[in-house]
């Protein structure tokens, strides 16, 4: 079963609007943990923002902001003020708190930040 | 930038080749990481190495293996090559409970 859906077909934003990208996850697990990772075309991957189940508040980083909602399973990233070094695919990825440390992606969003 | 090292960025080989994939680490993490990149599939897992000579597979392992003889270093192995194979390999590194931080990839096509 999938445990990362990220469903939204690409995006186009106009510089300087807010985008929200949408996550849900599945998990039975009540410790996890939940990351944003951005990929430009140049291929790297940068770790954007992160939030465990446990915290209470909505994670921010910068313009990078979390919109965690537990009782629907759902992670979006806000991306407020969008650049053009903006476009890119972005990743959601699931920790899930059995010790090992892995992750399990989402198939990505594109975005695209247009002029 | 998170001391990572992949080697080599880009190979092209034959099918039923063997190919070593490299990646090099200088940050001392506990954990690293395997990946391939696929289009309309994310990022998967093929195995993983949660210190020296402790490894485990991840969701794509087959055709796969991997040793890690010393903290800085995860090598992955492609036996013999198929053509299914070819994609980009990611490396990535992590201490306990700490976001992954990857390497620059390596872009493999087997012919």
């Known amino acids: 079963a999938q445990k990362i859906t990220q469903t939204q077909p690409g995006m186009f934003v106009q510089e300087k609007e807010a985008v929200t990208l949408d996550c849900t996850y599945d998990?039975?697990?009540?410790?996890?943990?939940l990351f944003w990772y951005k990929q430009p075309s140049s291929g790297e991957m940068i770790f954007l923002i992160y939030?465990?189940?446990?915290?209470?508040q909505n994670a921010t980083e910068g313009r990078y902001s979390l919109n965690f909602q537990k009782a629907r399973k759902s992670a979006n990233l806000v991306i407020s003020a969008s650049q053009l070094g903006d476009s890119a695919m972005y990743f959601c990825?699931?920790?899930?708190?059995?010790?090992?440390?892995?992750?399990?992606f989402g198939k990505g969003n594109q975005v695209v930040v247009i002029p | 930038d998170a001391g990572i090292t992949q080697s080599p960025r880009h190979k092209v080989t034959e099918t039923g080749t063997p190919v070593t994939l490299r990646c090099h680490q200088t940050?001392?993490?506990?954990?690293m990481y395997w990946y391939r990149q696929d289009p309309g599939h994310g990022l998967r897992l093929i195995h993983y190495?949660?210190?020296?000579?402790?490894?485990d597979k991840g969701e794509v392992s087959d055709g796969y293996s991997v040793s890690r003889s010393k903290t800085e270093d995860f090598l992955l192995t492609l036996e013999s090559a198929t053509s299914s194979q070819t994609s980009v390999y990611f490396c990535?590194?992590?201490?306990?409970?700490?976001?992954?931080?990857f390497g620059d990839g390596t872009r493999l096509s087997i012919l």
């Open positions: 939030q465990g189940s446990y915290d209470q």
């Open positions: 990535a590194i992590s201490e306990t409970s700490q976001p992954q931080h």
């Open positions: 940050e001392n993490h506990r954990y």
């Open positions: 998990t039975s697990d009540p410790s996890y943990g």
């Open positions: 990825a699931m920790r899930e708190g059995n010790g090992n440390n892995r992750l399990a």
């Open positions: 190495s949660y210190g020296v000579k402790d490894t």
